[in-house]
């Protein structure tokens, strides 16, 4: 299965397609799997348009922290993630969060994932050593677990 090794401990599979380079499933920890969502990025909501994040310094990131044990899980970083990240010289912005629903205000969220990958023989021909980040487009949905309101793709990026 193609999915980043860091997420592998925390990744409930929903589906995926024949030779597995299009991968969904949800960010799961501990029983609630309920999460704060802490981000680097550029949230901008427009009129009549869902809620979207948007690179800032040429970053984003999206990481779930669980409500019950806090631990920190990296769902998706530009600076790591991508066949080829370009991470050199680019400073690290700090993250900013917990985000806020913005229909009712609270700070746990669900956290649904679909990964793109290249092919994985593709992917070794071209001697990539880092396989499981080297997906090519990541969505990633957000559901209030208190109100239900979903923020479908928030999280909508092409890697490099
Ligand atoms: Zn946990
Ligand atoms: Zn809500």
Redesign the pocket.
């Known amino acids: 299965m193609l999915i980043p090794n860091r997420l592998k401990e925390h990744f409930k599979i929903a589906c995926q397609n024949e030779d597995g380079t299009i991968i969904s499933g949800r960010i799961k ?2 029983m609630n799997s309920d999460f704060a969502i802490w981000t680097v990025g550029d949230i901008r909501k427009r009129l009549f348009k869902k809620l979207d994040i948007y690179p800032l310094n040429n970053q984003l990131k999206l990481v779930a922290e ?1 409500t ?2 806090k ?1 920190r899980i990296i769902v998706f970083d530009s600076l790591c993630d991508g066949y080829e990240p370009l991470s050199a010289g680019i400073q690290s912005t700090s993250i900013s969060g917990p985000l806020h629903c913005e229909k009712c205000g609270a700070e746990g969220f669900s956290v649904q994932v679909r990964y793109e990958y290249p092919s994985e023989e593709e992917l070794r021909e071209l001697g990539i050593s880092h396989i499981d980040t080297a997906f090519t487009w990541i969505w990633g949905t957000l559901i209030c677990n208190t109100c239900g309101k979903h923020y479908t793709n928030f999280l909508d990026c092409e890697t490099d």
């Open positions: 920890c501990c669980c019950t044990c631990k």
